[in-house]
């Protein structure tokens, strides 16, 4: 259960760095003082400036999994006079939908596979709305959108334009001020490559100035504002967790950039799909991001066997997809602290596994 001697290709948690790690290690500091809202101000312009949020954009800091910056948003953001645009291209666009449903705001469940959107002009349906969601990689098959083609309609219809950029930050490009993206969700366990625990919620001057008065407590937002102001949250934050993402954008910055990160991740992601040509093995979707690789088997194979053979025999964690897709997907990550030294641990089980020669 304790994968400390593992080869880890999961979608989250992922790969941690040695530097993240030891920061982690330390006694937890006491945060009602100006030393942790250092720390909270440290984290927020990184952020903001990593995406390129407009000028007078705010980060909202949950201590909460992704989904409750989904959740949170969707609450946040929209009422019962929205009409949303949910795209639902798998497990995550669903949650959006059922997130919407739960808070009773008015959406279309816009189903959609085999396209990344970039021709969404002709496949939204027809009608008038005043927000769209998407979740920018759609996790549960390792299928990414163009933020570009959908902000582009998002903006021409005066639409606010939400987006779960959870799993592909660090890895692929996002840039709010090109997409006009008014809200990012963030989470910490996926490509910014931290423990679970830490979401935020990104808002730009234009969402901020649609945040309404709602019925909870724990994720009212303009609480979190109020506090922000002075570098705090309203209640205990993930505080090890924060130190964690000061260092961590510190070390993006230290390797070069965020331009540097995603670039490292599209090589590590294409080395590992160009090293397992000669596997019976097919890309699920020509819309990958640098993020994710999934692969179906194509000799009959069942993919969750070889997720189970993959840990039990080589010590190597990959991901398996659940109900119908259990038997035909798997899914490997690039997220996190990936070479492509360490990804031919995982090139080399497969080759083993095959009993196929490594080209
Ligand atoms: C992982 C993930 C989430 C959040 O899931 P949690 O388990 O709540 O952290 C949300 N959206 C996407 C696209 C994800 O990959």
């Known amino acids: 259960m304790i994968y400390e001697d593992y080869a880890i290709f999961t979608p989250g948690p992922v790969k941690m760095s040695e530097e993240i790690l030891q920061v982690g290690a330390k006694q937890t500091p006491y945060f009602r003082n100006s030393d942790f809202s250092t720390v909270t101000f ?12 407009p000028e007078g954009s705010k980060v909202i800091f949950l201590t909460a ?28 666009g669903s949650r959006f939908v059922d997130i919407c449903a739960a808070h009773a705001i008015p959406h ?29 990689h759609e996790t549960s098959i ?24 959870i799993s592909m930050l660090v890895t692929d490009p996002l840039d709010m001020q090109k997409s006009n993206i008014d809200v990012v969700i963030a989470s910490s366990q996926k490509g910014l490559a931290l423990p679970p625990g830490l979401t935020m919620v990104i808002l730009t001057p234009k969402a901020l100035e649609r945040l309404q008065d709602i019925n909870s407590l724990y994720f009212n937002f303009k609480d979190y504002l109020s506090n922000g102001e002075r570098g705090q949250t309203p209640y205990t934050p993930a505080v090890t967790i924060m130190l964690q993402l000061e260092a961590r954008l510190n070390q993006i910055k230290k390797r070069g950039g965020i331009t540097k990160s995603i670039a490292k991740a599209k ?93």
């Open 42 to 53: 440290a984290c927020e312009n990184g952020l903001l400036d990593m995406v390129n949020a």
């Open 65 to 92: 999994s992704g989904t409750a910056g989904m959740e949170s948003a969707v609450m946040n953001l929209l009422n019962k006079n929205d009409y949303a645009l949910v795209v639902n291209g798998g497990g995550f």
């Open 108 to 136: 279309n469940n816009f189903k959609v596979t085999k396209t990344n959107l970039s021709d969404i002009k002709s496949l939204a349906p027809n009608e008038t709305y005043t927000a769209l969601v998407v979740n920018a």
């Open 142 to 165: 390792g299928h990414i959108y163009s933020l570009d083609a959908i902000g582009e309609y998002a903006a021409k219809n005066d639409m606010l334009y939400i987006v779960d950029a």
């Open 267 to 359: 090589e590590v992601a294409n080395y590992f799909r160009k090293s397992i040509k000669a596997l019976p093995l097919k890309e699920y979707t020509p819309y990958m991001p640098n993020a994710m690789t999934t692969l179906t088997p194509t000799d009959g194979k069942s993919a969750i066997d070889i997720v189970n053979v993959l840990e039990k025999k080589y010590k190597v964690m990959v991901c398996p997809n659940g109900g119908a897709e259990r038997d035909s997907v798997f899914r490997i990550s690039h997220m996190g602290e990936m070479t492509t030294e360490y990804t031919d641990i995982l090139i080399n089980a497969l080759h083993d596994y095959y009993g196929v020669a490594r080209p």
